[in-house]
T-cell receptor
Framework: AQSVTQLGSHVSVSEGALVLLRCNYSSSVPPYLFWYVQYPNQGLQLLLKYTTGATLVKGINGFEAEFKKSETSFHLTKPSAHMSDAAEYFCAVSDRVTGGGNKLTFGTGTQLKVEL | EPEVTQTPSHQVTQMGQEVILRCVPISNHLYFYWYRQILGQKVEFLVSFYNNEISEKSEIFDDQFSVERPDGSNFTLKIRSTKLEDSAMYFC???????????FGSGTRLTVV
């Protein structure tokens, strides 16, 4: 079974500082990888995904993530944090197999706080 | 941009009652899912639905739960005889292809009292 580990349930950065949210996965075959953001009392919004091709993936709102197979990691970064980035971030994986399943398995989430 | 629509946004029900949570996935999507998030916890998979049948379900998705796609546009989750521990945010999601991104609805917050 797949699993996702997000190190740090809470991360605090200053506005303008680098954001780094960590995600490691456990899977025998590299899965599809996703980052979602959840603002308070809202749903899950896709930030970016990796399925194949270039390992550095750019997403919305200036975020990017790099798939590193050797490290089984898919860390999320943003060069300069903005107050509006404060939210909960979820890393998720799904199998590469085709078919009707391909469920997402989520990490426990990282709450990002941005301070002035 | 196409959206997944969920109704209602909030529902309060008494323990033991049946509830139906409704979702309208993106129109040309083929794969449908229900997830739930208990307050303060991570998002958990409940069930996936493809080609008019359940393709996978979690151990949470027991006989108390059922899903339907009654008319080709709606996708419903029925919870029979609700329990206090069913209180959670329920998210519907859809995707167009097996490798595509999942689009989530904004959720239904279910409170069982």
């Amino acid at each position: 079974a797949q699993s996702v580990t997000q190190l740090g349930s809470h991360v605090s950065v200053s506005e303008g500082a680098l954001v780094l949210l960590r995600c490691n996965y456990s899977s025998s075959v590299p899965p599809y990888l996703f980052w979602y953001v959840q603002y308070p009392n809202q749903g899950l919004q896709l930030l970016l995904k990796y399925t194949t091709g270039a390992t550095l993936v750019k997403g919305i709102n200036g975020f990017e993530a790099e798939f590193k197979k050797s490290e089984t990691s898919f860390h999320l970064t943003k060069p300069s944090a903005h107050m509006s980035d404060a939210a909960e971030y979820f890393c998720a994986v799904s199998d590469r197999v085709t078919g009707g399943g391909n469920k997402l398995t989520f990490g426990t989430g990282t709450q990002l706080k941005v301070e002035l | 941009e196409p959206e997944v629509t969920q109704t209602p946004s909030h529902q309060v029900t008494q323990m033991g009652q049946e509830v139906i949570l409704r979702c309208v996935p993106i129109s040309n999507h083929l794969y449908f899912y229900w997830y739930r998030q208990i307050l303060g916890q991570k998002v958990e998979f409940l069930v996936s639905f493809y080609n008019n049948e359940i393709s996978e379900k979690s151990e949470i998705f027991d006989d108390q739960f059922s899903v339907e796609r009654p008319d080709g546009s709606n996708f419903t989750l029925k919870i029979r005889s609700t329990k206090l521990e069913d209180s959670a945010m329920y998210f519907c999601a859809s995707r167009g292809t097996a490798s595509g991104g999942y689009t989530f609805g904004s959720g239904t917050r279910l409170t069982v009292v």
